[in-house]
């Protein structure tokens, strides 16, 4: 898939409405969001909380249905899929990272990273393989277990497991939510390391404008619409960014109405 300027798109999602609840209840966590997230470049999520960011992510990854609008991967539009479809296309051309490793003790670390690929009965590419184990820097390690690991080398076993498949893109949920600040820039430099080194997508969620900083773009959200893009960020930039939408909010609440 390609936008009109010829750029190609890994994923996206078009009048995108997601409501949960109903009636005097209704959250409208997602309100009318249209927005692409460009192949090959690793592109930040942020918001305030409750911004719908990671809403966003859910709907655009497949994860959770939206309420109205389209969401893409690639060109492939998610809700003309069965949950059958739905669940190959998410092992298939899809990569997730969470707060949480979700690593199996019983397995070692290449075990871990091969999992997906071998509970489809997949044929694993060990090139492609070693080079991600390369990338993210756990060639004395393979044959450790999760217990035997620091929280950040878990979660580069679990980036590394994520893009194992060769998914078009993968969705970050907070990668770095657990971990220490230098752990946390290790896993996100690999993230970085990652995109440009295997042509890969990324796409994060995160609070963090030094997490944000690493991105080579940040999408921000308020209210559950796309209010900004902003390229070549740093942390500096994200952060005031940032204190603009606090300052917003205030002056809404201040004023009676609503943030």
């Avoid at 492939?76 to 199996?104: C, E, I, M």
């Avoid at 993210?136 to 979660?155: I, N």
């Amino acid at each position: 898939m390609s936008t009109a300027t010829g750029t190609a798109t890994a994923a996206r999602v078009v009048d995108a409405v997601k409501v949960y609840g109903a009636g005097d209840t209704a959250v409208r966590a997602l309100d009318g969001v249209s927005v692409d997230f460009a192949a090959g470049r690793f592109t930040a999520i942020m918001g305030p909380s409750g911004s719908g960011k990671s809403t966003l992510m859910h709907c655009a990854a497949g994860l959770d249905t939206l309420t109205s609008g389209s969401a893409f991967i690639g060109g492939t539009d998610l809700s003309a899929l069965d949950d059958k479809r739905l669940t190959l296309l998410r092992r298939d051309r899809v990569g997730f990272v969470f707060q949480a490793y979700n690593l199996l003790p019983t397995l070692t670390v290449a075990e871990n990273i091969t999992l997906p690929i071998d509970l489809a009965g997949g044929r694993v590419d060990q090139q492609w393989i070693d080079a991600l184990v390369d990338v993210v820097g756990l060639g004395d390690r393979l044959h450790h277990r999760p217990a035997e690991l620091s929280g950040g080398q878990q979660q580069r076993v679990a980036v590394a497991r994520a893009f194992a498949g060769r998914p078009e893109v993968v969705f970050a949920d907070e990668p770095t939510g657990n971990l220490d600040s230098r752990a946390g820039e290790e896993v996100l430099g690999l993230l970085g390391r990652a995109v440009r080194q295997t042509d890969r997508t990324v796409v994060m969620v995160t609070h963090d404008p030094v997490a944000a900083a690493h991105a080579d773009e940040v999408v921000f959200l308020a209210d559950g619409r796309l209010v900004d893009r902003m390229a070549a960020p740093t942390a500096e930039k994200v952060l005031d960014r940032m204190k603009a939408f606090d300052a917003r909010t205030t002056a809404d609440t201040s004023r009676g109405g609503t943030p």
